[in-house]
């Protein structure tokens, strides 16, 4: 996941935000367990509120189905 993170954190540096949502879910599907893809759910899910994404609805089930939201 280090190749994941440097682009995590690039994109923070450039605030891409848009690009954030899209790796804090890649980073969630490649977790190896619920409370640490949950933790990157949250995140994407938070940006994607922040600036409407099309996502939002899609992460809000994805919580929602384990019992986060």
Do not use: W
Request: proline share 1%; hydrophobic share 50%.
């Amino acid at each position: 996941m280090d190749a994941l993170d440097a682009r995590l954190l690039d994109a923070h540096a450039r605030d891409d935000r848009a690009g954030l949502v899209t790796l804090y879910a890649e980073a969630a599907d490649a977790s190896p367990d619920i409370d640490a893809a949950c933790f990157y759910l949250t995140h994407a899910y938070i940006y994607a509120l922040e600036m409407n994404h099309h996502a939002v609805t899609a992460l809000h089930a994805r919580l929602k189905q384990h019992g986060r939201v």
